[in-house]
């Protein structure tokens, strides 16, 4: 079955420091995927989405991922993060159809 | 105007109740999801709509009944729902119903059965 798997359900980190949310999807011949935001008790906003062309895809507020074929990943950075980053995190992917699937979402805790 | 409104905010409601909950977008988008998000969850597709006509039902009880009485608004009629139902319910809109486009989600409504 088609999937998508975010394997950190929590990444706590450090203002000003570095993050990494890691993303694995099942390989498949055509593949779109995102990574969508949520803060709390609000509704789902795109961060950045990759269709093709550049594997290194920029979104908004600073934070960029690679698609890599061969590792079936798209993991999302973010070289400095701030407290207002703390948020869930939620990789997705459409396989060929038009239905959205979710990652179980990671919880990004910001501390000062 | 890039965005999808989501009436009421809160709404708590007894099983035996009827209830409605209402979305709409002015981006003249074509399609139009409801999705239903459980604490710590991702969110879970229940229904969408293309061009007005229902195109997918996931299998959703009938307890849940949608309505799309025109391009910009769809509607989520809720009668004897369980306490299990309780959870965000977000709506989304695309431009059409295709591969790939980006999804654009409204804040929710946060729904508690007692």
């Known amino acids: 079955a088609q999937s998508v798997t975010q394997l950190d359900s929590q990444v706590p980190v450090f203002e000003e420091a570095p993050v990494e949310l890691r993303c694995n999807y099942s390989s498949s011949v055509s593949v779109y995927l995102f990574w969508y935001v949520q803060y709390p008790n609000q509704g789902l906003q795109l961060l950045l989405k990759y269709l093709s062309g550049s594997t290194l895809v920029k979104g908004i507020n600073g934070f960029e991922a690679e698609f890599n074929k061969s590792q079936t990943s798209f993991h999302l950075r973010k070289p400095s993060v701030h407290i207002s980053d703390t948020a869930e995190y939620f990789c997705?992917?459409?396989?060929?159809?038009?239905?959205?699937?979710f990652g179980t979402g990671t919880r990004l805790q910001v501390f000062p | 105007d890039t965005e999808v409104t989501q009436t009421p905010k809160h709404l708590v409601m007894g099983m035996t109740n009827k209830k409605s909950l209402k979305c709409e977008q002015h981006?003249?988008?074509?399609?139009m999801y409801w999705y239903k998000q459980k604490a710590k969850k991702p969110p879970e597709l229940m229904f969408v709509?293309?061009?007005?006509?229902?195109?997918i039902n996931e299998s959703v009880p009938s307890r849940f009944s949608p309505e799309c009485p025109n391009s910009s608004l769809l509607n989520l009629h809720l009668h004897a729902l369980q306490p299990e139902d309780s959870a965000l319910y977000l709506c989304?809109?695309?431009?059409?119903?295709?591969?790939?486009?980006?999804?654009?989600f409204g804040p929710g409504t946060r729904l508690l059965v007692l």
């Open positions: 709509y293309s061009y007005e006509k229902l195109s």
């Open positions: 997705a992917v459409t396989y060929n159809t038009d239905k959205l699937i």
């Open positions: 989304a809109s695309t431009p059409r119903h295709l591969f790939g486009e980006t999804q654009y």
């Open positions: 981006m003249g988008h074509r399609a």
